[in-house]
T-cell receptor
Framework: AQKVTQAQTEISVVEKEDVTLDCVYETRDTTYYLFWYKQPPSGELVFLIR??????QNEISGRYSWNFQKSTSSFNFTITASQVVDSAVYFC????????????????FGQGTILTVHP | KAGVTQTPRYLIKTRGQQVTLSCSPI?????VSWYQQTPGQGLQFLFEYFSETQRNKGNFPGRFSGRQFSNSRSEMNVSTLELGDSALYLCASSLAGVSNQPQHFGDGTRLSIL
């Protein structure tokens, strides 16, 4: 069965600090997809990035970067020069490709990491 | 492009009642998934609908049900409400509900059971 673990429950940083959010996953599938979502206080989950299991190229997008390592089953997310507006709950999620009917429309989420950025 | 719309935003019910939540997906999206979010259990998958058919279901009792209409709008129903059903219910849509497609979420319906 699939599982996502975000060991960091809460992180508090001061503005302009870099912060890394950790995500470790478990799956039996060889093909799967990993996602990061952000949930601001309004409640809506905002899609940030998707990675597939056969592409370990790391990515940078503005202040965000992602480090995917299949060997350690980790998909970590880094915010560079954090800002107060980055304060939110961040979720890592997994979707399996070959779980048959049990994969349709299903994301398995980690418990989330509450990020607070202080001015 | 309009996002996923959920109504109502807030609901207060009492134990034993039933409730219906509504979700309008992004135009063109045919898959709708529902999730329950609670402080204790986190985000848990309820079920997914595509072309008016439930294709996948999470581990929830039969009191939780749903349906999808021909325009892809979806409703979720919870009968015989229990205190533990208090949660944020999130709806998400994607083009076809396959694993490589990002799901786009609504603001959720916050359900409180008294």
């Amino acid at each position: 069965a699939q599982k996502v673990t975000q060991a960091q429950t809460e992180i508090s940083v001061v503005e302009k600090e870099d912060v890394t959010l950790d995500c470790v996953y478990e799956t039996r599938d060889t093909t799967y997809y990993l996602f990061w979502y952000k949930q601001p206080p309004s409640g809506e989950l905002v899609f940030l990035i998707r990675r597939n299991s056969f592409d370990e190229q790391n990515e940078i997008s503005g202040r965000y970067s992602w480090n995917f390592q299949k060997s350690t089953s980790s998909f970590n997310f880094t915010i560079t020069a954090s800002q107060v507006v980055d304060s939110a709950v961040y979720f890592c999620a997994l979707s399996e490709a070959y779980a048959g009917g049990t994969s349709y429309g299903k994301l398995t989420f980690g418990q989330g990491t509450i990020l607070t950025v202080h001015p | 492009k309009a996002g996923v719309t959920q109504t109502p935003r807030y609901l207060i019910k009492t134990r034993g009642q039933q409730v219906t939540l509504s979700c309008s997906p992004i135009s063109g999206h045919r898959s709708v998934s529902w999730y329950q979010q609670t402080p204790g259990q986190g985000l848990q998958f309820l079920f997914e609908y595509f072309s008016e058919t439930q294709r996948n279901k999470g581990n929830f009792p039969g009191r939780f049900s749903g349906r999808q209409f021909s325009n892809s709008r979806s409703e979720m129903n919870v009968s015989t409400l229990e205190l533990g059903d208090s949660a944020l219910y999130l709806c998400a849509s994607s083009l076809a509900g396959v694993s490589n497609q990002p799901q786009h979420f609504g603001d959720g319906t916050r359900l409180s059971i008294l």
